[in-house]
């Protein structure tokens, strides 16, 4: 039989690229310097034809044939995380969950897990800390059933036997970047090595209908393999984000096979671990300033839920030829262009002036509908002139200066209204959609010169 052979092939780090030369710049990706080498053995094609199992490994099966009894989903104990994850976990499917180093993936897992071992027997695998570390942030989050077991076990074949024989009903894995195969050479972390524990731990997934939580660290240098590399093996793909400075964290759905995307689920970290902040905007517009121009609230549907938050602008006279414009938690491109929009069909002499726009709170947000919040933002510190802090606005601006319906209109004035808002500066547009305006005024505009004519 013809033997494996070992080859030396380079992956670029950030999405997984293979390639059999070092290359500068990923095709795959476009990110340069992301290549590394790693030998991986090839089987010869003799090897690959012999099929396991007999016959009945090829049976078919109809579509009303399929159970569903054991398919229904389980819920995390974490409203938030269950939104974000279509309406709770599937039996059987691989979640990623990603995010920066100390962001707060081991403690919301752990956490996960207390809640799900309650009812089921759980398996929390770890590659990073020792038993006693993490016994020491069980401690903080508080008591523990003995549903949960622990393990501290790095090589894929162990945790393979150690699955099989518990066989527990969800799995969490932390990190997959500290998981190895002895059947690859190159170092955990690497691509082929991330690949190939993944591709062992959904077929366990798959094969005993478990679910497997898979945490994967976020690197800029490429150092490890980034999660990107196993975005497309696994079902389900959250990243958890926050300012590591601010207290508050934002899990986000960017891939979901079994539910929506662009879910998000607010937390908030404190000493006895995460706590889940049931309605973001009244956090978000903590802290308000009154009064003062350049502050304006806004609106943005992060997937089915709309959110509001303060949107800071701050304009002054530039000292330099070009004007210094910062965005901080929006695009910049898009603050570009707006403050052309405000030049050209406002007729404000902006454009030689520095501008900075934050979002407050330090979450990022890039609906178009924050468009006519930047512009009110941007006008009202040009002109000095404090908006009404009982009004919100949401609508998107078009180059000519025009104010664009945005969808989801009712839901907004909904939350605006909940939270005791009594104007909504919203597209003209949007107006005929509106079911249910009882208790706060609409003001419908057309275009930008209409809507920064109500900042008085
Ligand atoms: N006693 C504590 N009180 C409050 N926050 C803490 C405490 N201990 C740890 N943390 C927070 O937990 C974070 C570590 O979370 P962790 O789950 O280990 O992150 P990750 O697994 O994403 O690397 C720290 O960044 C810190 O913010
Ligand atoms: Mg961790």
Same mark, same amino acid.
């Given at each position: 039989?013809?033997?494996?052979?070992?080859?030396?092939?380079?992956?670029?780090?950030?999405?997984?690229?293979?390639?059999?030369?070092?290359?500068?710049?990923?095709?795959?990706?476009?990110?340069?310097?992301?290549?590394?080498?790693?030998?991986?053995?090839?089987?010869?094609?003799?090897?690959?034809?012999?099929?396991?199992?007999?016959?009945?490994?090829?049976?078919?099966?109809?579509?009303?044939?399929?159970?569903?009894?054991?398919?229904?989903? !389980?819920?995390?104990?974490?409203?938030?995380?269950?939104? $974000?994850?279509?309406? &709770?976990? +599937?039996? #059987?499917?691989? =979640? @990623?969950?990603?995010?920066?180093?100390?962001?707060?993936?081991?403690?919301?897992?752990?956490?996960?897990?207390?809640?799900?071992?309650?009812?089921?027997?759980?398996?929390?695998?770890?590659?990073?800390?020792?038993?006693?570390?993490?016994?020491?942030?069980?401690?903080r989050?508080?008591?523990?059933?003995d549903?949960?077991?622990?393990?501290?076990?790095?090589?894929?074949?162990?945790?393979?036997?150690?699955?099989?024989?518990?066989?527990?009903?969800?799995?969490?894995?932390?990190?997959?970047?500290?998981?190895?195969?002895?059947?690859?050479?190159?170092?955990?972390?690497?691509?082929?090595?991330?690949?190939?524990?993944?591709?062992?731990?959904?077929?366990?997934a798959?094969? !005993?209908?478990?679910?497997?939580?898979?945490?994967?660290? $976020?690197?800029?240098? &490429?150092? +490890?393999? #980034?999660?990107? =590399? @196993?975005?497309?093996?696994?079902?389900?793909?959250?990243?958890?984000?926050?300012?590591?400075?601010?207290?508050?964290?934002?899990?986000?759905?960017?891939?979901?096979?079994?539910?929506?995307?662009?879910?998000?689920?607010?937390?908030?970290?404190?000493?006895?671990?995460?706590?889940?902040?049931?309605?973001?905007?009244?956090?978000?517009?903590?802290?308000?300033?009154?009064?003062?121009s350049?502050?304006?609230?806004?609106?943005?549907?992060?997937?089915?839920?709309?959110?509001?938050?303060?949107?800071?602008?701050l304009?002054?006279?530039?000292n330099?030829?070009?004007?210094?414009?910062?965005?901080?938690?929006?695009?910049?491109?898009?603050?570009?262009?707006?403050?052309?929009?405000?030049?050209?069909?406002?007729?404000?002499?902006?454009?030689?002036?520095?501008?900075?726009?934050?979002?407050?709170?330090?979450?990022?947000?890039?609906?178009?509908?924050?468009?006519?919040?930047?512009?009110?933002?941007?006008?009202?510190?040009?002109?000095?002139?404090?908006?009404?802090?009982?009004?919100?606005?949401?609508?998107?601006?078009?180059?000519?200066?025009?104010?664009?319906?945005?969808?989801?209109?009712?839901?907004?004035?909904?939350?605006?209204?909940?939270?005791?808002?009594?104007?909504?500066?919203?597209?003209?547009?949007?107006?005929?959609?509106?079911?249910?305006?009882?208790?706060?005024?609409?003001v419908?505009?057309?275009?930008i010169?209409?809507a920064?004519?109500?900042?008085?």
């Open positions: 039989m013809a033997k494996a052979k070992k080859v030396t092939v380079y992956f670029c780090q950030s999405c997984g690229y293979e390639s059999s030369k070092w290359m500068g710049q990923c095709p795959g990706c476009r990110e340069w310097n992301t290549f590394v080498e790693e030998s991986i053995e090839k089987k010869a094609a003799g090897q690959l034809k012999a099929a396991p199992g007999g016959t009945e490994e090829l049976k078919t099966t109809r579509i009303s044939e399929i159970d569903m009894q054991s398919k229904q989903r !389980m819920g995390t104990g974490f409203g938030e995380l269950d939104r $974000v994850l279509g309406g &709770g976990i +599937v039996p #059987g499917s691989l =979640v @990623l969950v990603g995010g920066d180093p100390g962001i707060g993936k081991s403690t919301l897992l752990l956490q996960v897990c207390r809640n799900l071992a309650e009812t089921m027997e759980v398996l929390y695998i770890s590659g990073e800390e020792s038993l006693q570390q993490i016994k020491m942030r069980a401690q989050i508080g008591q523990f059933s549903g949960l077991k622990l393990f501290c076990e790095t090589g894929v074949e162990r945790i393979e036997q150690v699955v099989e024989r518990q066989k527990p009903q969800a799995v969490i894995i932390d990190s997959i970047q500290t998981i190895y195969s002895e059947e690859i050479s190159s170092a955990p972390g690497s691509v082929s090595q991330v690949r190939e524990t993944t591709g062992r731990l959904l077929r366990i798959k094969g !005993m209908e478990i679910t497997i939580f898979i945490v994967g660290h $976020v690197t800029k240098e &490429g150092v +490890v393999a #980034g999660p990107r =590399v @196993l975005e497309h093996m696994v079902d389900t793909v959250l990243y958890f984000e926050g300012d590591r400075h601010a207290s508050y964290r934002v899990l986000r759905g960017v891939k979901n096979r079994f539910g929506s995307t662009n879910e998000i689920g607010v937390f908030e970290m404190r000493e006895s671990g995460l706590m889940e902040v049931k309605n973001p905007s009244e956090f978000m517009l903590n802290g308000k300033p009154k009064g003062a350049g502050s304006v609230v806004a609106c943005s549907m992060e997937g089915t839920r709309p959110v509001l938050v303060e949107i800071q602008a304009v002054c006279h530039s330099f030829g070009i004007p210094r414009r910062t965005a901080a938690g929006t695009d910049l491109n898009r603050v570009n262009l707006l403050v052309a929009v405000l030049e050209k069909r406002a007729g404000m002499s902006i454009s030689a002036c520095d501008a900075y726009v934050n979002i407050a709170g330090g979450i990022r947000m890039n609906e178009p509908a924050m468009d006519l919040g930047i512009v009110m933002a941007l006008a009202s510190s040009y002109r000095e002139k404090a908006i009404d802090e009982k009004t919100i606005c949401f609508g998107e601006v078009g180059l000519s200066g025009e104010v664009r319906a945005v969808n989801m209109a009712q839901q907004r004035v909904t939350e605006a209204k909940k939270l005791g808002f009594e104007t909504c500066i919203l597209p003209k547009v949007s107006i005929p959609g509106l079911t249910d305006t009882k208790g706060i005024r609409i419908g505009v057309g275009n010169g209409e920064i004519r109500q900042i008085g």
